[in-house]
């Protein structure tokens, strides 16, 4: 069974800082990793996506991740931190075979401190 | 271009009763699954439809069904609703030769009281 570990319930960052939010994965062959950003009493805004290639993967509103196969990581980036940034993000893992559902990680909140 | 519309946005519902929700995909896609994130967790994957037929489904009860209409778009009825149930229902489309590429509606918060 696939599964995702957020183990971070919230991560707090101040304007203008770096920022990371964890993910680790457990799927059986290789993975497809997505990070999707929810606001308050809306749906999923897809960030980013591997497939295949380049380990650092570059997405919307100037996020990125990098896969790592060893650690069986997707961590999420972001060089400068906004306070529009602030969300709730989730992580979600599935794998190459005929199953199509996606597991979600139980998500961070990312709290931007002005 | 049309992203995933889903209907209702809100719906109240009392227990015991059924409830049916509805999905149009993003224009050009033509599988549509399901998903309920109830408070503070994750999107838990319900059913995904392609072709008209339930293609795989999560660790849900049969009272959760669907149906997928010949131009895609898709509902979900849930019977004997339970407390349980109050989550915001999500409805993710993609297209089946490109299979990675999820678009999500806005969901459909249902309150069963």
């Known amino acids: 069974a696939q599964s995702v570990a957020q183990p971070e319930d919230q991560v707090n960052v101040a304007e203008g800082n770096p920022l990371t939010v964890k993910c680790t994965y457990s799927?059986?062959?290789?993975?497809?990793l997505f990070w999707y950003v929810q606001y308050p009493n809306r749906g999923l805004q897809f960030l980013l996506k591997y497939i295949t290639g380049d380990n650092l993967v570059k997405g919307s509103y100037g996020f990125e991740a990098e896969f790592n196969k060893s650690q069986t990581s997707f961590h999420l980036k972001k060089p400068s931190a906004l306070v529009s940034d602030s969300a709730l993000y989730f992580c979600a893992v599935r794998d190459h075979t005929g199953r199509r559902a996606l597991t979600f990680g139980s998500g961070t909140r990312l709290q931007v401190q002005p | 271009d049309a992203g995933v519309t889903q209907s209702p946005t809100h719906l109240i519902k009392t227990r015991g009763q059924q409830v049916t929700l509805r999905c149009s995909p993003k224009s050009g896609h033509d599988t549509v699954s399901w998903y309920q994130q109830a408070l503070g967790q994750g999107p838990q994957f319900i059913f995904q439809y392609y072709e008209e037929e339930e293609r795989q489904r999560g660790n849900f009860p049969d009272r959760f069904s669907g149906h997928q209409f010949p131009n895609y778009s898709s509902e979900l009825n849930v019977n004997a609703l339970l407390l349980g149930d109050s989550a915001l229902y999500l409805c993710?489309?993609?297209?089946?030769?490109?299979?990675?590429?999820?678009?999500f509606g806005s969901g459909t918060r249902l309150t069963v009281v």
């Open positions: 799927v059986s062959g290789n993975p497809y």
């Open positions: 993710a489309s993609s297209l089946e030769q490109q299979s990675y590429g999820y678009t």
